[in-house]
């Protein structure tokens, strides 16, 4: 084998034995990566959802009161909306992993969507002794129900983001102790190459200087 040939090879080893670090820390990045996006796309996302879940709860809370005090059909009309955006949300809300609190907050509306008709009728027609009994016993207590739901969901989602961003400075903490230890083992080796080609230049260059 010439000597130039030698050096080629070498060179090529050394560069190879040097990717070897960064090919592991890319690796190592893409997990973080990839908990980072799922920090963003779904617990973020998640996190935004409640907000307007709650906003939607309040809403239901104010259009009951207003169905109770102006029994119009404007009120009627407006409560089902509320219910509506309310229930629009949960499927959505399934979808990251809070299953429990939608299908509590299902139930609640359900027992809304029963009584909130009678609870109408009952102020259209005066009754309001029979109207506050209503709204007092099932769709305040159902309401509010919504509102501990998502509570609940907001404290799983916020013991689940904690546990994420732990996982996360982890994987951080491992991919810098990966890349420091393979950047140490490929120089080490880079070493090693690099000597052992120099022994096989070197000494077919000394014989030759001694001949």
Do not use: K
């Not at 996302?45 to 404007?74: K, Q």
């Not at 990966?178 to 070493?191: D, P």
Request: overall charge positive; aromatic content about 4%; charged content about 20%.
């Amino acid at each position: 084998m010439s000597i130039r040939t030698r050096l080629a090879l070498g060179l090529f080893a050394i560069a190879v034995v040097l990717l070897l670090p960064l090919g592991l820390a890319l690796r190592s990045l893409d997990r973080v990566h990839d908990e980072t996006m799922a920090l963003r796309d779904r617990d973020f996302a998640a996190s935004l959802l409640l907000g307007r879940m709650r906003s939607a709860r309040e809403d239901l809370r104010g259009a009951e009161t207003s169905l109770l005090f102006i029994p119009e059909v404007s009120s009627r009309d407006a409560m089902a909306m509320q219910i509506s955006r309310l229930a629009a949300m949960l499927d959505t809300l399934r979808t990251y992993q809070l299953r429990e609190a939608a299908d509590q907050i299902r139930s609640s509306i359900a027992s809304v969507v029963r009584y909130a008709p009678l609870e109408y009728q009952a102020a259209l027609a005066g009754r309001t002794r029979a109207a506050d009994t209503l709204s007092n016993r099932h769709v305040v207590p159902a309401i509010a129900s919504v509102d501990r739901a998502l509570a609940a969901a907001q404290q799983s989602l916020r013991e689940r983001t904690s546990e994420r961003v732990q996982a996360t400075a982890t994987l951080t903490e491992e991919a810098q102790r990966v890349a420091a230890g393979a950047l140490a083992l490929a120089i080490g080796l880079a070493l090693l190459i690099a000597f052992a080609l120099w022994r096989s230049i070197s000494r077919p260059v000394h014989d030759l200087a001694q001949g």
